[in-house]
């Protein structure tokens, strides 16, 4: 959680007779939105910043925020009619020392006990149809959907039915019906996790709506005899503190609250939003030097796919080989973007992916922002959810820009801290980084992930793309693949010259007890068709699998310079790197209990 120094900090630079509103939660779009008479919402704030551009900037502009909750009704879309200006910038920032969030959410009220720790909310908009949510925050906490069983690695398939719809485990399921809860089978595959709704089951078996796996890939992405698996959101698993299920027919939200938690004096939210911030330019009239300084950006979803959600890598997912491929919305969707900036913000409990920027985006930075919480990815550098594609070897998956203008070219992410990440895609990443060029990504700290740190490439074969020049330097990775294989603290896909993975100290590579499939979990995973790449003075200790595999290419496509792998990786040359690697000075009150040069 950000402190009150870091929202503090180079929040009022001065500038040069600049032009300020100001908003706070208690102030009234109707008045002029001065420090005295702020406006009462971001939307209006914005439209007066509207009628400065398209005036003509003549100063630089801050929109300054005062401490309070913000809750958005619909996402915040930025146009070239918000946009700054080559000589000048719009920044929305928060004011010193207070706490702003931009909430997607609607805070639960009238909580009613329900004997013992349970407790229950009336919601009607759920009954009539109008709202469903899969995230539910109490406190600053993701409270856990009901499930069972509570543990990972307990329930596993026994036998799968030819069309992976049908299902026995090797052991009871719960006697009553799953049916009609909106309950999910969730398995957990090599790499990646599958999703379907359960239509009905019975002590001995289960049946879904969607068939389980992205089919056609064989049993690493499809359901299959052996892999672990659990049922989310269904009575028979509400029996923890800290869990929670919402009947869609009643409308009847039901938590089981921790030890000493009140949750009629709590603050829970569940989202309403699936998106936040759209800054969407367009290749003639791109959104530029936008900033937002010191912000919380909180609270949205991820339905469930109607098709189901058979993740095939980093938050992509697909029914199938011979379909399309989708990716994740993000809660910050970027698109013909230049010079825009996120420093200092937080980005916390969002069920989809985090940051993205997509087509045309060039020179953006996300910096000194803690994201954490996050159900997808953290943040995505070549997010292909908007834009023209030209289609890859694997059709849709693999698919670079159709027009190479549209490339991501030199953005930045930088000293952030990135945890948390995948808590409801499990094989999804803190940074992803496909189809871009230039790139940083650099003295952040990433940790607590259930798959790889940073993936860099989405390509499976050494044919040329955009994916050039990434540099992944200083960073500190640690406890990571805590649940799945096939993954590293960094890894790699494709043909991408000029990459530079440098000075990254990457330790405590997991590999779970119940992680399917054969293949280890390592620092670096250089996996197929990755070529061109330079590592030096990397250092790599304490992980499950060695420190460097290869999977369809070779070492001598790569140059290697000063690295410590394994034996080499001696408790000196191990420091020397903890004190290179992770938050720079100026970003270190980030995260003050980061444990040095060692796992958490």
Known sequence: MLTSAVLAFGLFAATPDPAQFFVAPNGHDEDPGTKEKPFATPTRAMAAVRALVAGGLKYDVRVVFRGGIYPLTTPLVFTSADSGSAEHTITYVAASDEVVVISGGRPIANWKPAGGSKWTAELPEVKAGRWFFRQLVVGDRRAVRARWPNEDGVLHLATVSNEVKSFTFDRALPQESLGGQDAELVVYENWSVSRALVTSSDEQQLATATAVGWIGHGD???????????????????????????????????????????????????????????????????????????????????ALPAMGYSEIQAAHYGPSMKLPTHVQAVAVECAYAEGV???????????????????????????????EDIGGNGVMVGWRGVGRLQRGAEDTLDADWA??????????????????????????????????????????????????????????????????????EYNHIYDVMKALADGGGIYTLGFQPGTVLRGNLIHDVHRSAYAHGGAPNNGFFIDAGSKGFLFESNVVHRSSGESVRF??????????????????????????????????????????DLLKGRGK
Request: aromatic content about 8%; some cysteine; proline content about 6%.
């Open 220 to 302: 690493m992405t499809t359901a299959s005899p052996g892999k672990p698996a659990f049922i989310e959101h269904t009575r028979a698993g509400l029996d923890q503190p800290g869990e929670w299920f919402l009947d869609r027919p009643t409308g009847t939200l039901t938590y089981l609250a921790v030890t000493g938690e009140q949750p009629a004096q709590a603050v829970a939210v569940a989202p309403v939003l699936t998106q936040l911030v759209k800054i969407a330019g367009t290749k003639d009239q791109p959104v530029r030097n936008v900033r937002f300084e010191g912000l919380r950006f909180e609270h949205t979803d991820f």
């Open 403 to 472: 027009d190479p203008a549209d490339a991501p070219v030199g953005n930045e992410v930088a000293n952030c801290v990135i945890r948390r990440c995948g808590a409801d895609s499990r094989g999804a990443v803190g940074v992803f980084v496909a189809f871009s060029s230039d790139t940083r990504v650099a003295h952040n700290v990433i940790h607590d992930l259930p798959y790889t740190g940073v993936s860099i490439g989405y390509r499976w074969d050494t044919t040329p793309t955009s994916q050039v020049r990434c540099v992944a």
């Open 551 to 592: 999977n369809q290419c070779q070492r001598e496509w790569h140059t290697w310079n000063g690295n410590a792998f394994e034996g080499d990786a001696t408790v000196a040359r191990i420091a020397a790197a903890a004190q290179r690697a992770g938050l720079e000075l100026a970003y270190k009150t980030l995260q003050p």
């Open 341 to 371: 900036r996120f420093e200092r913000c937080r980005l916390a409990h969002l069920n989809n992916s985090g940051i993205g920027f997509g087509p045309g985006c060039r020179r953006n930075a996300v910096i000194g922002c803690v994201i």
